[in-house]
């Protein structure tokens, strides 16, 4: 599949947004401050600042319908072997 530019980039937001909710899903949102500061600027969120004790509310299966929507299920799936690896 040939990706415009812009394609590509919406793909690594998308994926970059999949693996930080695998690692936030899995434990304490609090240890993860760096991460929640950044995810509050690329997906304009307030985490950082009200994580406090609080779980965090995945958003897997809205973004792999994204992705899966924008991009077919070849993509969400080579997406997903790409985050395994690096988790």
Same mark, same amino acid.
């Given at each position: 599949?040939?990706?415009?530019?812009?394609?590509?980039?919406?793909?690594?937001?998308?994926?970059?947004?999949?693996?930080?909710?695998?690692?936030?899903?899995?434990?304490?949102?609090?240890?993860?401050?760096?991460?929640?500061?950044f995810l509050?600027?690329?997906?304009? #969120?307030?985490?950082?600042?009200?994580?406090?004790?609080?779980?965090?509310?995945?958003?897997?299966?809205?973004?792999?319908?994204?992705?899966?929507?924008?991009?077919?299920?070849?993509?969400?799936?080579?997406?997903?072997?790409?985050? #395994?690896?690096?988790?």
């Amino acid at each position: 599949m040939e990706l415009s530019e812009d394609a590509k980039y919406r793909l690594c937001y998308l994926a970059i947004r999949l693996a930080f909710d695998r690692k936030l899903s899995a434990g304490n949102a609090d240890a993860c401050p760096g991460m929640l500061a950044f995810l509050d600027v690329i997906a304009g #969120t307030q985490l950082a600042g009200e994580a406090g004790g609080r779980r965090y509310a995945s958003q897997r299966e809205k973004i792999e319908s994204f992705i899966d929507a924008e991009f077919g299920e070849e993509l969400l799936e080579a997406v997903n072997r790409a985050i #395994t690896d690096i988790a």
